[in-house]
């Protein structure tokens, strides 16, 4: 079975390492300021002529409060005003976009993302929503995969209802954390009844997925209380869960410096927090999908690793990789064929560039041969845990063998270690590698020995 995983606490120690998560090949640590607005017109010229469908990204920026773990993109705010002047630009931005592409190009893939998209109001939202419809092909039959982030904090039944009457199908909930404890220590205060109430309510107006998101290796969390977290996660049967490792970067991130490296768990709880996750939400029924992510055997991701048709972007796991990924909003980033280019992440200048009736492409890069080859190389490992070099060979007409043999002596000691079964056909990642492919999919990497590792959460 694909969910198989075997726990081997010597090869987890040993294959550890810092390294990328590959929601894309090559990272965005390789993206460089030589990519610029010229370059999307280029690849969005490329998506209409191919009519290719689409997958939007909308980045809504603003938190009203802080969460000290977090490293994402966000603006702390208590002030709701400073969303209007941001939307004037995101919808400047939506048309600017939307005129280099084809009306017949379907958005077969929304996804809400931040910061807390519900920090806008009722108004602001439908006004956005409005604004993405009558620019892009939105589908109004409920086929797509349209998805928003929720904080249960600053969401209600009305909120619910309002995403559901606005097209939304699925919510990614933030949870992180149930014991009291952990939660003061992150500063992220949030109840199983206001969790709750947000599951209740998107199941009763029929949203098609509950995503739930979890964390560990918190200030103050052990491996009794986080097993207490996830059984309480259970029982609230979400479709897919994603257990993140927590990584400790105070230097790259302001807010973690207010955590207490004091109480952070250390790294043998770490791990029996993991192992007893994965135990938990095994006997209950969750298949492992791979990259901290699990699913229920019914759920589109399991189906389609079952089918080998899973693949992986900047959304994570998809089913919807075979789209142009057009990222919207500050920091935001798209996939066009074989162009990566992302915004400013700084607010000020991202509005600034479009006050001035200009793209706020920032920086970028543009696959090589190289890298499209490596990027499916990956992709593969990531999503199937198996690799068939005859399908690579076909594609890029490469000798797999040949054309990777300084790699083959790494393999084989990964091979004689248990974590991959390797031979002249294919790569296949064995149950006690499955936790462990970021390992097998680094040594393809063929940036990673310029990079700074630190930069990057370790595998476990």
């Known amino acids: ?226 097993a207490r977290t996830v059984e309480e996660v259970i029982s609230l049967q979400p479709d897919r869960l994603s257990v993140f490792n927590y990584a400790h970067l105070p230097e790259r991130f302001m807010p973690q410096r207010r955590i207490n490296g004091n109480e952070l768990p250390s790294p043998t709880q770490k791990l029996e927090m993991l192992q007893r996750t994965i135990e938990q939400l095994t006997a209950a029924g969750y298949r492992y999908i791979g990259m901290d992510h699990f699913a229920l055997p019914d759920d589109e991701l399991a189906i389609a690793q ?31 064929g074989d162009l990566y280019c992302q915004n400013s992440s700084d607010l000020n200048q991202y509005q600034n560039t479009l006050a001035g009736a200009q793209l706020a492409t920032s920086r970028g890069l543009v696959c090589n041969t190289d890298d499209r080859l490596r990027r499916v190389v990956i992709q593969q490992l990531i999503c199937n845990f198996s690799l068939d070099f005859a399908e690579i060979e076909r594609s890029f007409n490469i000798d797999f063998q040949g054309y990777f043999g300084a790699l083959w002596p790494q393999l084989q000691g990964m091979a004689k270690d248990g974590l991959i079964e390797l031979d002249r056909e294919r790569i296949s990642v064995l149950p006690a590698g499955r936790l462990l492919v970021r390992s097998v999919c680094m040594v393809f990497d063929a940036y990673l020995e310029q990079q700074n590792r630190q930069r990057f959460s370790r595998v476990i």
């Open 306 to 336: 079952e089918e080998s048709t899973l693949q992986r972007n900047f959304q994570g796991y998809t089913t919807h990789g075979h789209c142009d990924l057009i990222g919207l909003g500050v920091s935001a980033i798209s996939q066009i």
């Open 1 to 226: 079975m694909l969910d198989a995983i075997r726990w081997d606490t010597d090869l987890i120690r040993r294959y550890d390492l810092a390294g990328p998560r590959y929601t894309s090949y090559p990272t965005a640590v390789q993206f460089n300021s030589q990519v610029g607005t010229f370059d999307l017109f280029h690849a969005l010229r490329d998506s209409r002529k191919a009519l290719r469908p689409l997958s939007l990204y909308v980045h809504v920026p603003f938190c009203a409060n802080i969460c000290y773990y977090c490293a994402c993109n966000k603006v702390i705010t208590k002030d709701r005003g400073r969303a209007l002047p941001y939307l004037q630009r995101l919808e400047q931005e939506i048309q600017l976009i939307a005129c280099h592409l084809d009306p017949a190009q379907k958005v077969e893939q929304l996804h809400f993302g931040g910061g807390t998209p519900t920090f806008l109001s009722h108004d602001e939202l439908r006004q956005l929503m409005a604004h993405l419809r009558k620019h892009f092909n939105l589908l109004d039959d409920d086929s797509g995969d349209y998805g928003i982030e929720i904080d249960p904090r600053e969401a209600d039944w009305s909120t619910m209802g309002l995403l559901r009457e606005l097209g939304f199908n699925r919510v990614s909930i933030g949870l992180q954390d149930l014991d009291p404890a952990v939660q003061r220590a992150v500063n992220r205060l949030q109840s199983l009844e206001e969790t709750r109430a947000v599951i209740d309510a998107a199941r009763t107006l029929q949203f098609r997925s509950i995503n739930i998101d979890l964390i560990y290796g918190l200030p103050k969390q052990t491996p009794e209380n986080f």
